[in-house]
């Protein structure tokens, strides 16, 4: 069978066998405890049921998400400049970055609810604290692993230090960014629920899938508490799928990573 | 052709820190339109040298002057091509052929005319807009070749360029560098381990020494140029490979031997 025909045969195989033993297990428990492990179908319709609040939740979960990945982004990639100038910059400084990233969201967000208050603003701000780290780490460790020999390359060409650093370093350093950004982008959305469950507001409609998940947890609707976790995992899928689609876009060209084996 | 010498080593010695002497005392001077080979055992400061005269590294002592300024002055007359073809992986070709006019702020109009001269030279005009990777060994040292020159320089240092290409491509491109250098007069520094290949190219071939580094002698080539792959098949082009490698013997150990005094690396 053609190789490509079995990388969607085989997952859907798979999927296939999950569902039945997911039925099964379901089935086997005692009628009273079959409530653990809703079935399937009873996930899809809490999904069609709760259908409204789950969108908005979603939405908003996913606007916490990227607001606090897109400042992550933009502040890794101008700390990794200046962490990329000295390692002077970098032994000062790597602690600190380290501390931040040890700290667990749950104790950080009380925190960011007294400075910000709760909502969108908190579960940004949280998010960016966890998407921050494997983007920062990468990407200085790509502006400062440029090839010895295109350095002096540059050198030998009279580059200022600006020239080398838009021309070579940085390009240089994108296969190593997206290694960060796909990092970011499998935490950020975690994040964000976490963030939201922790930090998050339901004033106006504000609450995100994490408001949704200890709404219905407390409500005992478990099927719905399912439903959640399933839309949680479709955004992440769909925000980690966009990165990868970036980063074909940028690399694919050039870099050995997409070097197709078929030649 | 000026009189003036355009290279000049006087007493040029060279130390790296604390280290042991690389070169001692290197004296010799290159005249606009030589082609200078320099061979020598591995390790005996070629790369060194050519690296003193790219201002890659500074002199530890005596004077070297390049058409009469100091390497660090000369620079927008030097061109580099390293043994690595160095380019630019996430450039197509053209745009790392026009990388150095870029970093010297050249608009993109009168870098395009450039990038097609010395595309054309390196008769590489269809490979415009592929990707380094799309390219074999001998085509990526081409572009190599091609980038260097687009500066129009008047001194062209080359550092073992074809070392890693086998045999025939390596052959092949030392007869499309000669025919180059017909359209464009620059002067060449060229390190290469094969004595074929200096042979080939040089007017002027110098055999340097080991531990320290030293000139050992000037061997002169007088084939007249243009050199073709005739050349190659020549009594006088055998006889003087031959003589080139037995004087080249004389200055290497065999492998494993050890020169009283002297530790091998
Ligand atoms: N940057 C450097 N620092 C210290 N020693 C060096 C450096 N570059 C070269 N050397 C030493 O200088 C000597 C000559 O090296 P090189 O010029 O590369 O020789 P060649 O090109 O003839 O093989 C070697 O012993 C090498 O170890
Ligand atoms: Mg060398």
């Not at chain 1, 478990?222 to 399933?230: G, I, N, Q, S, V």
């Not at chain 2, 620079?75 to 010297?104: I, M, Y």
Request: proline share 6%; charged share 15%; net charge positive.
């Amino acid at each position: 069978m053609k190789p490509r025909a079995m990388k969607i045969i085989l997952p859907l195989a798979a999927g296939a066998v999950v569902i039945a033993v997911w039925y099964a297990i379901h089935y086997f428990l005692h009628e009273e405890m079959r409530f653990l492990l809703p079935t399937p179908g009873a996930v899809l319709a809490a999904l069609r049921d709760n259908a409204p609040a789950l969108t908005r939740a979603a939405i908003n979960t996913s606007e916490g998400a990227l607001l606090g990945f897109g400042l992550a982004i933009v502040v890794s990639f101008a700390l990794a400049i200046v962490l990329s100038l000295s390692p002077t910059i970098r032994t000062s400084l790597y602690p600190y970055l380290m501390a931040l990233q040890m700290t667990p969201l749950p104790v950080l967000a009380p925190i960011c609810v007294i400075w910000v208050g709760a909502g969108l603003k908190s579960v940004s701000l949280l998010t960016f604290v966890i998407a921050f780290f494997p983007l920062v780490v990468n990407t200085t460790q790509g502006l400062i692993s440029t090839d010895r020999n295109l350095v002096e390359l540059f050198g030998l060409y009279r580059a200022s230090r600006l020239q080398q650093l838009l021309l070579l370093r940085v390009p240089a350093a994108l296969p190593y960014f997206f290694t960060g950004l796909r990092i970011a982008a499998t935490i950020a959305p975690i994040g964000a629920v976490v963030a939201d469950m922790n930090a998050g507001s339901s004033a106006g409609d504000g609450g995100g899938l994490g408001f949704q998940a200890v709404i219905y947890s407390s409500q005992a609707k478990y099927p719905a508490l399912f439903a959640t976790a399933a839309v949680t995992c479709v955004l992440g899928f769909i925000l980690n799928a966009a990165v990868i689609a970036l980063a074909w876009f940028a690399l694919h060209h050039w870099h050995d990573s997409y070097e197709r084996s078929d030649r | 052709m000026s009189a003036s010498p355009l290279v000049e080593f006087r007493e040029v010695t060279k130390r790296f820190g604390a280290g042991p002497l690389v070169l001692d005392r290197i004296s010799f001077t290159a005249r606009t339109g030589d082609f200078l080979s320099l061979i020598g055992p591995s390790g005996c400061g070629k790369s060194t040298l050519l690296r003193l005269v790219g201002g890659l590294s500074p002199i530890t002592g005596g004077t070297l002057l390049i058409d009469g300024m100091t390497p660090a002055d000369a620079a927008a007359e030097l061109a580099f091509v390293f043994q690595e073809p160095t380019l630019l992986p996430w450039l197509r070709v053209a745009a790392n052929v026009e990388v150095p006019q870029k970093l010297r702020g050249v608009p993109a109009a009168e870098r395009a005319v450039v990038r097609r001269r010395v595309l054309e030279l390196v008769r590489l005009t269809a490979k415009t807009d592929a990707y380094p990777r799309q390219l074999s060994g001998g085509q990526k040292m081409r572009v190599s070749i091609a980038r260097a020159l687009a500066l129009s320089p008047k001194l062209l240092l080359l550092d073992e360029p074809f070392g890693a290409l086998d045999e025939m491509t390596r052959e092949h491109l030392n007869e499309e560098l000669l025919a180059i250098r017909e359209q464009e007069a620059w002067t060449a520094f060229f390190v290469t381990h094969s004595v074929a290949e200096a042979v080939f190219l040089s007017n002027r071939i110098l055999v340097m020494s080991a531990n320290p580094g030293r000139i050992h002698s000037e061997i002169a080539v007088p084939f007249p140029y243009p050199r073709t792959a005739q050349t190659r098949l020549s009594r006088p082009y055998h006889d003087l490979v031959a003589e080139v490698s037995r004087i080249l013997r004389s200055v290497e150990p065999p492998d494993g031997a050890v020169t009283a005094g002297v530790q091998s690396a």
